[in-house]
């Protein structure tokens, strides 16, 4: 089993839709969450830190499930500029790895 | 703020040559430097975790005599790819964090081994 798993992909939605995406991880003492997203042949670029409160910026809510040990990212009103992998990514303790899931792949259409 | 810069962005070199790849964090001391490789519509995959002043941890399968790392200060982290081959053609990107913070990413090295 991988240390962090993502929906398989890809994703196919129309312009405004609301998507979710959700990456589980294996190691319950993992510390630190964070979404990223990379377009074709850039670099990823982080988009939010996960808290276990949740947190929202703008069109985009991530939250953290400790007991179950998932995160997610619900995007709202897609723009077709939402197109590109998302990666989420989960640092290990005391601040160790990072590791990261395989990736979602997003395609936003008119 | 947390700017990391790499260099060259991208290098074209002859079989049996050696490429040096710079990774530097711009306005923050990186205790920690990653490497990672990524293949065309593939992921990316860690290569080696750098710390600072300290050997370079490798993931499976990564040749460290090849990939040579150094991380010799808290905000500079080289890799070289000696001997380079044409398989080895592809996406180089490093990263840095200090402590436990998000990983800031390079703009990346596209080698091309002809």
């Known amino acids: 089993r991988k240390e962090v798993e993502q929906d398989p992909g890809p994703f196919n939605v129309p312009e405004g839709a609301t998507v979710a995406f959700n990456c589980t991880y294996s190691?319950?003492?993992?510390?630190?969450f964070f979404w990223y997203r990379q377009d074709c042949r850039k670099e990823p670029k982080l988009l939010m830190s996960?808290?276990?409160s949740g947190n929202e910026d703008g069109r985009f809510t991530a939250q953290l499930n400790r007991a179950s040990q998932y995160i997610s990212l619900l995007i709202r009103d897609s723009k077709l500029s939402d197109s590109a992998t998302y990666l989420c990514?989960?640092?290990?303790?005391?601040?160790?790895?990072?590791?990261f899931g395989d990736g979602t792949t997003l395609t936003v259409k008119p | 703020g947390a700017v990391v810069s790499q260099h060259p962005s991208r290098v074209i070199c002859k079989s049996g040559t050696s490429v040096k790849i710079e990774c530097r964090s711009l306005d923050f001391q990186a205790t920690t430097m990653f490497w990672y490789r990524q293949f065309p519509k593939q992921s990316l995959m860690l290569m080696a975790t750098?710390?600072?002043?300290?050997?370079?941890?490798?993931e499976q399968g990564v040749e460290k005599d090849k990939f040579l790392i150094n991380h010799a200060s808290l905000t500079l982290s080289t890799l070289t790819v000696t001997s380079a081959h044409p398989e080895d053609s592809s996406f180089y990107i490093c990263?840095?964090?200090?402590?436990?913070?998000?990983?800031?990413f390079g703009n990346g090295t596209r080698l091309t081994v002809t």
């Open positions: 996960v808290y276990s």
């Open positions: 190691n319950s003492a993992s510390q630190s």
């Open positions: 990514v989960v640092n290990g303790v005391n601040a160790g790895k990072s590791t």
């Open positions: 990263s840095a964090r200090t402590g436990n913070s998000p990983l800031h």
């Open positions: 750098s710390n600072e002043g300290s050997k370079a941890t490798y």
